[in-house]
């Protein structure tokens, strides 16, 4: 199956440096080697989450990290404002809802981003709220939110943001310092070109403060005693040692490339295939488009399941089908870490062109 | 540092043929290719766990799905019998507390094994007792509990028993559904001889049914989505899919060789461990020894953290320290999964003797 070019968003490829550290021999981690691995990594993840505050990391798929935040910095009954317009906003507004918070729901159409005026709107109705859940990237719909503009609200007013970056961190530009980002939530096969199975919270002073009031029952996703581990290159409970080795040289790579270049390849690539794909004279649904990955609405008559079929049987590209109720009409072409290179972009639209046609629609003679 | 041995109780060796899975290309979860692998190891784990039931798989330490059983099977508020004897009992106890439990605590000494009838004695006191909490192979201890014999008065009780079998599946017997256990908890980095990182959680029907009654909020240890997305070879959560990769492959390699094999493979080592140790003239520390891994108590005057330090640096040898109030008094030593080897045993015991000797202790002279 190695031949496949993986354009979905998340999982997405792994980069050779990275596959070639899940092969070696198992070690323990309650070493000094580990802990010197985990240092590095703690510290390296600081620098791709553009924090100087400590980034927690869990064995866990990214929805696990999302249901941390909630249950480690929020109270039973604590007013939070979601804004949600697509399956993933929803998912940060359905946890807080399953941990009893009083939760007032921003729903947009999907393909629409939020406002910072509507964000502003809703802190003024609720000056009392204790969160804003937002989404860096709306994988279901290719929307970025305003994240920056509503920090900026947010960081002068009594509600943490908390962010669901899972699929949007190392693709759209994100400095939780200086932007005053709370909380950022990521999942490691997304941009940080990793296997799944891990997830991340980086939470600042403001956020850490909220845990001692929280009274929200946890036990393994604990950031009050993964905190006190962290301060000592330790984790509470056994980590997922191979993955982490991965991350570490991940992060490497990320660094070396130096995150304003790898958010600026992520930009030139994604303008090419927003770009490409228009002259194909298809309609883009993203409103606000982020840089992680391109849905593209289908032409009348054109199924995406039929396209998505045809680029993996005759390209061995996989692409993905919308969500919910968008299955079919969309199709999701990531452009996402290891798999954001002009190569990649190319094989995908050769694809892409090809089984449209094939599908019936003259995309090559509209260019 | 890939010519440690580890035999330490997890994470312990990974056979190259599970290494070799771990640095292929990333496919995608949400395909036939995977839905298929996802099939083989949804059969391959009951075959492994013994039982007809669900075996449920999440991205996790073994403490989530320990933390899961108690989320998806019990009330707020549930009588539970907790027998513990060291710190995998304990934790199994704390997380029961933590989500409002009304835990009956049975807390015996390190080293000691709980009595059937110290069992059937508090399943009498507490008629009304939902659950019995206990521990295959306490890691701290390397005790075994009966828990064939306690199965025998659980399963005609009201209380369900869920057994933590996290180090202890794979190396000591157990017969889920022939012995009638209701609830099985494993890891991935022990006998199941993956990388941590996995976590496993079989339920038969009684256990089953107890989900609709729970009332403790859940997300992404959410059984009855887990139960359900099952039967369609999927999970409600991306997978760790490069782990789960690995597990075919762990399973086939146990499957090959037999469950019973695999069993008598551990009983024929840790025997011979066992009876070198005691040829040393030394103390084993577990009243009724699992086959997992040996506690060895230090002769006076010899700290276990001199002699494991011996071992690494001069064999390339890890073991580990006592946990808690044992650290600095035993020395564990694990034949796990694909550490339990002749082989393995045979350098582990050269290193082992070594150490003793050049701390002070002739146990050469005493065999």
Known sequence: MGDFLLLTPGPTEVPKRVLDTQSVPMIHH???????????????????????????????????????SILNLLRRGDKVLSVSAGKWGERYR???????????????????????????????????????????????????????????????????????????????ELRMDDWGVDVVVCGSQKGLMLPPGLSFVAINERAVKMIERSDLPKYYFNFADTLKALK????????????????????????????????????????????????????????????????????????SKDVIKTMRDTHKVIMADGQGELQGKIVRFAHMGAACTDAAADRGLTAFRDALEKAGYAAAARR
């Not at 691995?37 to 927690?56: G, K, S, W, Y």
């Not at 991965?246 to 490497?252: D, F, I, Q, R, V």
Request: hydrophobic residues 45%; contains cysteine; glycine residues 6%.
């Open 232 to 303: 000592k290159n330790d984790t509470p409970f056994t980590p997922a040692v191979s993955l982490v080795r991965g991350l570490e040289e991940a992060l490497k790579m990320l660094l070396e490339e130096g995150m304003e270049q790898v958010w600026a390849r992520h930009e030139r690539v994604a303008r090419r295939v927003r770009s490409e794909v228009s002259a194909m004279g298809l309609k883009l649904f993203a409103q606000r488009a982020s840089n992680a990955l391109t849905a593209i609405v289908m032409p009348d008559g054109v199924a």
């Open 94 to 172: 359905d946890i807080a809802r399953v941990y009893g918070l009083d939760v007032k729901s921003y729903e947009l159409p999907y393909g629409q981003a939020v406002t910072p005026e509507a964000v502003g709107q809703a802190l003024k109705e609720h000056a009392d709220a204790k969160a804003v859940l937002l989404t860096l990237c709306e994988t279901s719909t290719a929307v970025t939110h305003p994240v920056k503009d509503v920090a900026a609200l947010t960081r002068n007013s009594g509600a943490l943001l908390m962010v669901d970056a899972i699929s949007g961190l190392g693709c759209d």
């Open 30 to 68: 309650r070493t000094k080697d580990y802990q010197a691995i985990l240092e590095r990594v703690n510290r390296d993840l600081q620098r791709v989450f553009c924090t100087a505050q400590p980034v927690l990391t869990f064995a866990s798929s990214g929805t696990g990290a999302m249901e941390g």
